[in-house]
Nanobody, 120 residues
Framework: QVQLVESGGGLVQAGGSLRLSCAAS????????MGWFRQAPGKEREFVAA????????YYAEFVKGRFTISRDNAKNTVYLQMNSLQPEDTAVYYC?????????????WGQGTQVTVSS
């Protein structure tokens, strides 16, 4: 099973940028499609972005298209989420997880997440 540790969150002003990292343990990391999800206070966890195990295909929720970019480095067992033009509504705890390639649904254990707070 892949263990995941998210980092890179913080407090940023609207319009700013952050780069999140998700470090994975386990030699099978490169075999999995990976995704980023987020959960705002009082809301359900929602899909943000996903990337195939090759890194050749990416998928985004409509509300982040053109602003966020997911990438991965299999040699470093790490997946990234570059977030630009952040808005207050992007405030949430961000999580990564392994996802099913067919529908990008998450499986596996959740990490502790990383808090992103965007001030107006």
């Amino acid at each position: 099973q892949v263990q995941l540790v998210e980092s890179g969150g913080g407090l940023v002003q609207a319009g700013g940028s952050l780069r999140l990292s998700c470090a994975a343990s386990g030699r099978t990391f490169s075999s999995y499609a990976m995704g980023w999800f987020r959960q705002a206070p009082g809301k359900e966890r929602e899909f943000v972005a996903a990337i195939t195990w090759t890194g050749l295909s990416t998928y985004y929720a409509e509300f982040v298209k053109g602003r966020f970019t997911i990438s991965r480095d299999n040699a470093k067992n790490t997946v990234y989420l570059q977030m630009n033009s952040l808005q207050p509504e992007d405030t949430a705890v961000y999580y990564c997880n392994t996802v099913r390639a067919i529908d990008r649904s998450p499986f596996g254990s959740w990490g502790q997440g990383t808090q992103v707070t965007v001030s107006s």
